[in-house]
């Protein structure tokens, strides 16, 4: 049983849209969805106003981002979209939970303590 949701641009896929020169405003334009939300920010929806708030953000989104966010835009709300289908079947989302749990490890800072106090004190 797969127990995670992955999205996203393989290595292979962001070391060709490197090697091809990304540019933010093509998924920008190519994406109405995408684009819409890009412009509600810049239009100051989610700051009353304000198109100053999120200026910076937004053109580090089109013109200078080394993340390649828009890239992984539509694979996120995909991945998303499956994410919520699957929370309404409480069967399959709580055996999901339930072996998430079982399946973790101790704490990073759990072990860190215990070294700590095994290995300084």
């Given at each position: 049983m797969d127990n995670i949701f992955i999205f996203g641009m393989t290595v292979e896929d962001v070391d060709y849209v490197k090697a091809n020169g990304y540019d933010g405003t093509l998924y920008y334009e190519d994406n109405p969805e995408l684009?819409?939300?890009?412009?509600?920010?810049?239009?100051?929806?989610?700051?009353?106003?304000?198109?100053?708030?999120?200026?910076?953000?937004?053109?580090?989104?089109?013109?200078?981002?080394?993340?390649?966010?828009?890239?992984?835009?539509?694979?996120?709300?995909?991945?998303?979209?499956?994410?919520?289908?699957?929370?309404?079947?409480t069967a399959l989302w709580a055996k999901m939970a339930i072996h998430n749990i079982a399946s973790s490890g101790k704490f990073s800072s759990d072990r860190t303590i215990a070294e700590y106090a095994r290995e300084i004190w």
């Open positions: 684009k819409q939300v890009i412009d509600m920010i810049q239009a100051g929806f989610f700051s009353h106003g304000n198109k100053d708030t999120f200026k910076d953000i937004v053109d580090n989104l089109l013109y200078h981002d080394r993340f390649l966010t828009l890239a992984d835009y539509a694979s996120y709300i995909n991945t998303q979209d499956l994410v919520s289908q699957t929370y309404t079947n």
